[in-house]
């Protein structure tokens, strides 16, 4: 017999009862679909994570944040840079120095309070540092300013004013808009204030605006930093500092940041780091840990989702068995007239397949379609129950490729497990009997 006459024969018995396969179908697309949704939401908020914790750093950074050496952890300095920038498909070393005490910038008559960034302007920018307007500083008295910066800067009477707005208020306030003029040329005094003793010291710098850093990705970040060039760096943390004895001539960093050429470098650049004895960390490591939680936690949704896919075998092996219980004649005279027991096995184990098949297809259909529904309206039953109108991001069911894959294997997989044994037991009729209509 020719499979195409196999598959003619599979469909003619089918017909024979709509409504029992029918049901089998049913049952089978109901596990399959809640396998592939119970599942789904452990990939949703894997994706949710994930991509919360990317957007929340750059992907391509590698924070330093020292070198052991014998057993105590020293702080990155100057001799480390040449080090740190020989490891292989690294774009870029941040080192950064930050003023910890009061500083306050001033434009005419308007005034901020800031916290300066002394840093490497060449390595800022191949660090993808951007520039709204301007261009990079060319000498050491040129600085660029955060994107806020213009924003922060408050006449004293606009200051009076803001603050009281933020006592008496009962709910946000709208900032005020600072200067609006141009920034780029225009020259500002940054004023260190330092406490020694009960007496205030202060020590100003005149800087030239050269740029303006570009609008940071994340809404809720506020720039309005000052980046000064490190040639600076001794002069301004000399003074800066609250050490009676002063600091020394090589300055540790604050905040080091190593850049890696792409996302897929990043963990060769962590390791190769760790090796040289850093203490480092990574998006990779923190995504590490993520994926090993939610590999974890999804196994354990697909095993409870497998569980009602093997319920739903006792239907197929019970329309398998009626199916060949109903056709004991019928296979009595194909085993007379010379039918392989292998192609009556087979008969019946297409049948099985049959059922897992179309049952996971519109099982795989139904799960996109909830999936898609859950994502849609989930967002809105929170926020109304919630009774706030804030955009919630977030994403409550997600279904890959490979978790349709794995959801369809084992639909059919257990399908044709459950039609085996009828099978085996349809090659195993007597064709006496089968002819007398007995088993």
């Not at 994570?49 to 590698?62: A, D, G, L, M």
């Not at 490497?120 to 300013?145: H, Q, R």
């Not at 095993?303 to 056709?327: K, Y």
């Amino acid at each position: 017999m020719k499979f195409k006459d196999q598959l003619k024969f599979m469909r003619k018995n089918m017909k024979k009862n709509r409504l029992r396969v029918f049901m089998t179908i049913l049952a089978t697309t109901m596990a399959c679909a809640f396998l592939i949704v119970l599942a789904s939401v452990g990939f949703g908020i894997q994706k949710s994570i994930t991509e919360e914790i990317k957007s929340q750093q750059i992907i391509t950074e590698v924070s330093v944040q020292g070198k052991e050496n014998d057993g105590s952890l020293e702080q990155i300095k100057k001799g480390n840079l040449e080090e740190l920038e020989e490891t292989d498909n690294v774009t870029a070393v941040v080192r950064r120095n930050y003023i910890d005490i009061p500083v306050e910038a001033s434009l005419d008559d308007r005034k901020a309070d800031v916290r300066p960034t002394i840093t490497n302007m060449d390595a800022e920018l191949k660090a993808n540092l951007t520039l709204e307007t301007g261009a990079v500083p060319k000498s050491e008295n040129e600085v660029i300013v955060g994107y806020h910066f213009a924003q922060s800067l408050l006449t004293e009477d606009e200051n009076e004013k803001y603050q009281k707005e933020l006592e008496t208020a009962d709910g946000p306030v709208e900032a005020p808009t600072g200067y609006e003029g141009e920034l780029v040329g225009k020259e500002i005094t940054m004023t260190i204030l330092k406490d020694v003793d009960g007496k205030e010291e202060t020590k100003s710098f005149t800087f030239k605006v050269a740029g303006v850093v570009g609008e940071p990705a994340k809404d809720w970040v506020t720039d309005q930093n000052i980046y000064i060039d490190e040639a600076l760096k001794e002069e301004i943390l000399s003074f800066a500092s609250i050490d009676e004895e002063g600091i020394s001539s090589d300055i540790p960093y604050n905040e080091v940041l190593v850049y890696a050429s792409s996302l897929e470098h990043v963990a060769q650049v962590t390791d190769d780091l760790k090796d040289k004895g850093y203490m480092v960390y990574s998006i990779t490591e923190e995504l590490d840990s993520v994926n090993l939680f939610f590999n974890v936690f999804k196994a354990g949704l697909i095993f409870v989702g497998t569980i009602a896919i093997i319920i739903s075998s006792i239907g197929i092996f019970n329309t398998m068995t009626m199916a060949v219980t109903e056709r004991t004649q019928e296979i009595g005279i194909m085993k007379a007239l010379g039918a392989q027991p292998g192609i009556i096995r087979r008969l019946f184990l297409m049948e099985s397949a049959y059922i897992g098949i179309v049952g996971s297809i519109i099982g795989v259909v139904i799960s996109y379609a909830i999936s898609f529904a859950a994502n849609m309206l989930l967002p809105i039953i929170l926020n109304s129950t919630m009774g706030e109108e804030a955009v919630m991001d977030f994403t409550f069911s997600y279904i890959p490729l490979s978790l349709v894959l794995i959801s369809a294997g084992i639909s059919i997989g257990v399908a044709m497990i459950s039609g085996l044994r009828p099978a085996v037991k349809a090659t195993n009729i007597n064709v006496l009997s089968a002819l007398r209509r007995e088993l």
